[in-house]
Structure formats: C-alpha cells, structure tokens
DNA sequence: CGGGTCTATGACACCGGTTTCCTTGCCCGC
DNA sequence: GCGGGCAAGGAAACCGGTGTCATAGACCCG
C-alpha cells in the first residue's frame, strides 16, 4: 500500500509486487482500520480512563487482528522513558549478580521492559562519568542498586537529579523507605554465633570481608551480638580480615591455624571465604565439624556441594531482586505482585549442615 | 534560547528565568554552533567519508566543548536499529551465563553498546512467541546465543529472517563460519581420556549430560575416541545419562558405587556433576583420587574449591564471549579486537588437579 | 437558559536522530 | 565551451509514538 502519489518515478526494476516485505503494524496502521486519531488508540494503549467502552473495544479488536504491539524505541523517544531495567554493579559474587538479575528477570518477564546489565568498577577513575553517560543516554525506566554499589552516595546523586527512578539494596536502611530493600545481615550473622555458642564453641573466630562493603561490618557487628548474648567475646587474634574471596578464606585460615591460640569454630563472611578457611584446616590435617566447625554466609550453590557441607547463613537474593523490581515497577507490572514481595525486608536464615559440630572436648580451649 | 516566535502566551508562572533545567545537548544545538545543517553532524558522527576536513574539525570541537553524545534512542528509532546487544540464553549453569556476558560486556564497554539479557525457557509453548517479540520489538545490533540456544533451528530461522545479526556458540560448527563460534568440546573431553587411561585406569565410567544438548554428545564422542585410542572401551553399566546437575550427579554416583563392576575413575559431562559423584563416593567412605578418580568438565569456581580439587577440563567461557561479541560487532567496535579473539575457535583444555590419581592395584580390575 | 464541568476525541507539534533527494561548486576531458 | 562526474552539504520527510491544547457534546446547577 505504498502510496504512489507525487508522480513517482516508478521503482528501481519493477518487481512484479514483490509479496510486501511485511512491516510490522505501527499505531497508524491501527489508527486508520479502526476509525479514530492515533491519539486515541494510544490512549487505549496507556490505558487512560478517557476512552469510551465502545471504542476501546474497537480498537482492542483492531489491535489483535493485526497482532500490533506498540514500538518501545519510539514510545521512549517520544516519553523521555525507555522501557529499559537497568542493574548496576560492582563485579562481586557472579552468583550474587545472577541471583539479582534471575529475580528481576521474574518479575519483568511479560511485562514488555527488558533487563540491561551495566558493571562498574568503583575504583576506577572514570566510573562515575561511565555510570552517568549509561544513565542519562539510555532514559532508563529504572535502576536497581544491589549491595555492591547501594552504599555509593554520589552515584545515588547522579541518579536522583537525572531523575531516574531507583531502589537500593542494602544490609540496613539508607534512606528513603520508599526506594529501599532492606537485607538485615546483621541478623543472620547473629544466628551462626548463637548456633556456634550453642554447640559449645568458646573460642570463635571470625573472618570479615573488606572493610569497603556495608555488609562485613553488619555480618561482624551481628556476630559479635551473638557471641555478647552468649557471654562470650572476640579476641583479637581470633579476628581476622580478608576481601570475600576464596584466596583470602585461605589465607585467613592458615594464620588461624598456625598460631598458639587455635579457635574450634570460624565464622566467615561470605561461603567463598569458607571454603578458603576449609581448605586451610585440611591442610593441617584436621577435620572439618569433627576438630573445627566453618560457618559462612550466603548460601551459595558452593555450600551445598561442598564436603562437608557447610553450615551457612541463607540470604534470599534472588527474593531480594525480585522485590527491588516491584518496588521500582509497582503499578507497571501487569501481573500481581506477590504478597512476599511486598514489603521491602529480607531476613536471612541459617542453614544447619555438616560442618558445624559441637566442640571437641579434647581439643578445645 | 526557546524561540518564543508566535506570540507566545507567556509561560505560565514566569520563574525568573529559573536557571534553565540543563538539558541534554541535542544535535540540533551541534549543528546551530557549528554553523552547519544536522545532516552533516551526522555525518561526522557516523564516519561519513564525505566531510571536508575543516567542517569535521569545527563540529568536532562543538561536539567536545558541548559534551554532546548522540541519543541512542532517537538514532535507534531513525535507523531501524537499537544500540543493544541481546543475549539468549535457556537457564543452564549460571556461571556459565556469568561468564559468557562478562565477555560480551568486556567487547562491548565503551563503544555505546548495552547488553540485554533474555532467558527463556525452550520447553515452554510460548518460547518462539516470546523470542520473536523480543526480538523484533527491540531491533537489536545483534543477538548471541551461547550453547544452551544455539542448536535451536526455529530460534534462528526466527532471527535470519527478522533480519537481526546474531552469532552462534556451539561445540561443533553449526552453519556458517562467519556468525559461529565453536568450542571444541570433543577435543577436551579426549585430552580427559587420555589422562585417566594414562594414569593406569581401565574400568572408567561416564556421566553424560542430557540428551538434548549437542554437548554431551560431543563430550561423550570425545571420551570415547580417548578411550579407544588407549585401547579401551567404555562399559554398558559405566555408562550413564545425568542432567547436568549436582543432584543427578549424586544419583549416577551412587548407582555406579552400588553395583558390582566399580569403576576405578569416573568422567562427568560438568563440573557439577562430578561433585556429585563426588559425594557419592564420600558416601561409601572411598577416598577421592585415592580410591577414585574424578574428572569434570568445565572448570567452574567449584572446581578449584572443592576439596580434593576437580581435576577438569578448562572451557574458556568468558573468552568465547568475547569472541562472539567481536563476531557480531568488528566493525563497530572502536577498540581493536585482541588477536586472540579475532579466529572463533576455542580450545577446552585439560586442568589436572587432586582429584585423579593413579589406579590402585588392589582395588581396580 | 447561560455558563461551568466533565467526558471523549482529534489536530498538530515534537522527541532527536537518519534517509532521501537535491543543489552547488569544481575539476576534467574533449 | 560544455556536459559529466564527484565532493560537500543542505531541506524536508520520516521513524512511531506521546504531549499540549482545542473542541464538541452531555450534563448539571442556580
């Protein structure tokens, strides 16, 4: 139906009506079929309430028939709004990033906006400019922060006045309710030291994730209410710092082990670090649950497959990115939210597994 | 500068020229400056060759001085074409997932490019439905498709014919050199072989994965040949279907430590799946390595955690991922692709760790 | 019965680029 | 001296929607 008027100069070699390439229906191609302004059938689209029961019925009709589906790149060039997610991080966990993305991704699914990841490096010198050209190049409809980059004032800055929505995830609150999810780590971290005094451990140690994230100091902070409940402390040389990663578990656990004073029990910070401290322990000879009980953090795939299994504190990520997306999507979303989903706070839970112990009489302090 | 030509009704509450909101420089604003019509800062941006020296200059200092980038939405709209890279891909392994995408944000970082990612489900009825309306809704640069899609015939019919650029990554050569990225997988699963039978092992068994992908056929193919060279051949009763999981690993483990024949080594078509085995083996109070050897596929993070060490066969997956990207985008990129991502040929190799050993005389055949 | 409010709709500009097509010099060969 | 080819650049339509504003009719109220 190309419209031939102004005298065209008939087509380059005139294919004989080369079976119309098949261009997907626009709003226009609504518009006329149905009888009424493009306006109008994109107000049935956005769903305003002024639109006549008859005549959005025409147009819904129309827009089945032609199997239509609004363009998202024109509607966010004309609405200043793409229907683009975007997730922003800072390398941490792969697991953890999955996690997040596997959540939201639930909860866009069918929802006609997309997921876009962006990674960052907060060290580096240009990450700020990097996160500012992807935020206000791409119109996001919204942004979610997870635990690795949440804490950044400035990119919270640069978020707020290009006036994009956003939701922060975070072991505590940091500001506003409203753009927040809460993962409350600090109460996990409490349950493995009341799980560890329980089985009679007196001499715990603890090895806390780098100083720079949040969360080590309210995994370290929650312990240390536990061990205080339990009318125990943390010495000093029982408490020890590494950076989240397995190498760091190692390390950590040799020091541990290597010196006079031994602890029967080592809380770690994340799984990865406890599985380094594992390896550290074996490598003295020593049994894992059996001489020295390992508890870590997270509950990562590693933990169950581990052996033993290690006993950890299970934090609902994937539940956690799937919340951050109706928090920031809300009244977007077409399908209900679920009532779990709604109210902004996770707690962790620990799980009991096989390499945790009560205390080696023997052995022990 | 608002042209307040036709007798504007002034604006409706008159701010005191309220420090004007600071927009995004358009091309418009490029053009004016610099004295030209939009049509050439086009040109200058898209690399037209028929710019005169003196006039690119001028727009490109306009350009620098306004911080101007162009709208990737708008030239999206304009072109037919959005700035973004999609990545399909059907759950599997999530650090599979992980990796592939931090290839492909490793190419495509600061050429203006953002990456979307699309899991989908292949068993579900409205798979090719869902695809389709995510791919022709959102016009992308080009779409990769790791292993878990990439044999989908429909998947890339739908593709070829939406006319989007996509590449595929597979363990074999699947169509085309120029959009295929191949892995190898059979060379690996060979080189696995050959170390188990090198090692003195004569009853080996296999853990396959799946039927439905191409890989586990390739692995299986792989071993086999390795065996055969070596003179030997794989059993009935050693020869086993997993699902690429842990649990499923467990299962094949303890089915091939419940029967008479033993074997003395087990190769697994994942890493998860050998640490399944794994803990079947524990199970019985054998000793990995000692008692049985172990062999993965795929060097994930558990590998190298685990205790003793998976020895296993490296697949490097971030380095196809970035392969794929530079398949699909060369020409686009700014930066010079790495000469190693330049042939699209990935070769696994063969990571011996603690996990094998040699037979043990008394306990083997 | 005039005027005000509310519903339902359309006209038209606009979002920020690209595409198509056209013009203008200028150089070249004959 | 002139047609032709090519480099350089511009005007206007266009991509497929949304925003702003105007308008027509229905209804309501004093």
Chains 1, 2 share one sequence.
């Not at 509607?75 to 953890?96: E, F, K, W």
């Not at 399908?335 to 620990?350: A, I, N, T």
């Amino acid at each position: 139906m190309k419209k031939t008027t102004k005298l065209a100069p008939a087509p380059k070699a005139a294919l004989p009506a080369a079976s119309e390439p098949r261009r997907r229906p626009t709003i226009n191609d609504v518009a006329r079929l149905a009888n009424v302004s493009k306006k109008t059938v994109s107000r049935v689209i956005n769903q305003s309430p002024f639109v006549n029961k008859e005549t959005r019925k025409r147009i819904d009709a129309v827009i089945a028939e032609l199997g239509y589906a609004p363009d998202p790149v024109a509607r966010g060039l004309a609405s200043r709004r793409s229907y683009l997610v975007g997730l922003i991080y800072d390398n941490p966990n792969p697991q953890h990033v999955i996690d997040t993305q596997q959540g939201i991704l639930d909860i866009i699914r069918g929802s006609g906006l997309e997921l876009v990841v962006h990674p960052c490096n907060r060290r580096d010198k240009d990450f700020l400019p990097g996160v500012r050209g992807f935020i206000d190049r791409q119109k996001l409809a919204g942004v979610i922060l997870p635990s690795s980059v949440s804490e950044d004032e400035e990119l919270v800055a640069l978020l707020r006045d290009s006036d994009t929505p956003y939701v922060r995830i975070a072991s505590v609150l940091l500001d506003n309710e409203e753009n927040s999810i809460v993962t409350h780590d600090r109460e996990g971290a409490r349950q493995a030291a009341e799980h560890l005094a329980g089985l009679g451990h007196k001499t715990i140690a603890h090895v806390s994730g780098p100083d720079t994230f949040r969360s080590s100091h309210e995994r370290r902070a929650g312990f240390m209410e536990g061990l205080k409940a339990a009318g125990l402390s943390l010495d000093k040389k029982l408490d020890l710092r590494g950076a989240y990663t397995f190498q760091s578990g190692v390390d950590a656990g040799r020091k541990l082990m290597g010196q006079a004073m031994k602890p029967t029990a080592v809380f770690c910070g994340n799984d990865e670090m406890a599985a380094g401290v594992c390896q550290a322990i074996r490598e003295t000879g020593l049994d894992i649950a059996k001489d020295v009980s390992v508890v870590g953090f997270d509950d990562s795939p590693l933990a169950s497959r581990m052996w033993p299994a290690l006993t950890t504190v299970l934090l609902p990520v994937k539940a956690t990115g799937r919340m951050a997306s109706v928090r920031l999507l809300g009244d977007r979303l077409t399908k209900e939210p679920l009532e779990e989903d709604s109210h902004g706070e996770v707690h962790p839970r620990l799980v009991v597994r096989a390499s945790t112990g009560p205390v080696r009489p023997a052995y022990g302090a």
